[in-house]
């Protein structure tokens, strides 16, 4: 695994979790929302799971964003 990939799992995951604290929602109440486990929620907002194009769509749709919101790296 090259290290831009594993920039890129943590910059989907900082999205994910930083979202999902703005809109007051606990890991379990978006897993639930999204359908996926909440563990796995855990590992996507660490950076260590590579979640699906379905679960980036899932997501950002509980989160009430378009999908590349999640996938854009933030400006320097």
Do not use: W
Request: glycine share 6%.
């Amino acid at each position: 695994m090259t290290a831009s990939i594993r920039n890129f799992k943590h910059i989907v995951g900082n999205h994910v979790r930083e979202m999902r604290l703005s809109g007051n929602l606990t890991q379990d109440l978006l897993a639930e929302r999204c359908g996926i486990y909440r563990t796995y929620l855990s590992r996507i907002e660490m950076g260590k799971a590579n979640p699906t194009l379905l679960v980036l769509v899932a997501l950002a749709n509980c989160l009430d964003v378009q999908p590349f919101e999640l996938l854009v790296d933030p400006p320097l």
